[in-house]
């Protein structure tokens, strides 16, 4: 069994100022990440405007399985045109960790 976990930092848009306009970026895009069965949310940055940090983690059998999945979230993320996608942290974890 493998886990693995990536955490994406993002600048949203000027245009969100408040939280509400900022939900509005931020919703989208969990709702897209979790098409790929895992589990997100945003864990980060949660009360300052403008910026926000979206986790998602995984399990899986294999670890190729898992590196596949979180390529395809960080693409997902990267190919958004409203956001700016600014750094990613990854963790893969094994039965042995």
Partial sequence: MY???ACFDMLLP???RSLKAKRSYVRPIVA???RFEVSAAEVGAVELHGR???GVAVVAAEAAHVRE???SC?????ARPEVE???VRRRLHG???
């Fill in 52 to 54: 926000t940090e979206i």
């Fill in 95 to 97: 039965v042995e960790d």
């Fill in 14 to 16: 000027g245009d969100s």
């Fill in 69 to 71: 999945v979180l390529d």
């Fill in 85 to 87: 996608l600014l750094s």
């Fill in 74 to 78: 960080e693409r997902l993320v990267a």
């Fill in 32 to 34: 897209a990440l979790r």
């Fill in 3 to 5: 886990t693995g976990t």
